[in-house]
């Protein structure tokens, strides 16, 4: 856990535009984003049987690395409230043997929390798209909890740790976007809940970031470019 335990930095934040929560489908592998390019991805790993969990189980192209990397890894990305990691959460049960095998592990703390995560590195200006999934599923006391997920001043709806027949099944997934600032950082708060039977416990099992900002077209480029050409003609004439 060395490399899941630290403390965060950030205290204002670009307010991140949340999705509704989503079920993990039975298909499984369309669950993952690949929309833009990918700038960073993060599990909690696992040692069992000499390979990580995740390192090398790809879904839908995705590889999520063990304890982080791009621009969630490093000195830049930071972690604070999860003290622990487990590594027999139920299986989802999709068509994705990878999917279901990475999301049977995660970080998570058993309080309320609140616990943060947070990373650096961001281009400013750029449009960001974060993903992030939580699973449990063992049984109808644990699923009863639940997370939110705040960025900047915008919190999420409440993501279900389990949500089939019973409150068993699968948990679900979390899409938000927005726009890096000119420090390049951003830092989320996740707050848990419990239920009737059972306390809160903060979780984390796999999350994403990906570059998703709109690249011009080529039209685009010739356009300026030829903005550009009149503007030079106009100046050279006027100067002769």
Not at 2 to 10: D, F, K, N, Q
Not at 207 to 236: H, Y
Request: proline share 6%; aromatic share 10%; with cysteine.
């Amino acid at each position: 856990m060395a490399g899941l335990i630290s403390v965060a930095a950030y205290a204002q934040t670009p307010n991140i535009t949340w999705g509704t929560p989503t079920t993990i489908s039975l298909a499984g592998t369309p669950d993952v984003s690949i929309a833009g390019v990918l700038a960073g991805t993060w599990a909690p790993g696992d040692d069992w049987g000499g390979t990580m969990r995740s390192d090398y189980y790809p879904v839908n192209g995705v590889t999520f690395a063990a304890y982080g990397n791009g621009l969630l890894s490093g000195s830049g990305f930071t972690t604070s409230g999860f003290d622990s990691r487990y590594g027999s959460y139920a299986n989802p049960n999709t068509a994705d043997a990878n999917y279901n095998y990475i999301l049977q592990t995660s970080g998570y703390n058993s309080s309320s929390g609140p616990n943060t995560i947070s990373w650096a590195g961001m281009t400013p200006g750029d449009t960001y798209q974060l993903q992030i999934w939580v699973n449990d599923g063992r049984n109808s006391t644990t699923a009863e909890r639940s997370e939110t997920i705040t960025g900047g001043a915008n919190t999420s709806a409440a993501l279900a740790y389990g949500t089939g027949p019973n409150g068993t099944g699968p948990g679900q997934f979390i899409l938000g976007t927005f726009v890096a600032d000119s420090t390049g950082d951003e830092s989320l708060t996740l707050t848990g809940y419990g239920g009737n039977d059972i306390g809160p416990s903060t979780q984390l099992s796999i999350m994403q970031i990906r570059d998703i900002t709109p690249v011009p077209e080529p039209s685009t480029f010739a356009l300026l470019g030829g903005g550009l050409c009149v503007m030079l003609a106009g100046f050279r004439r006027k100067n002769v």
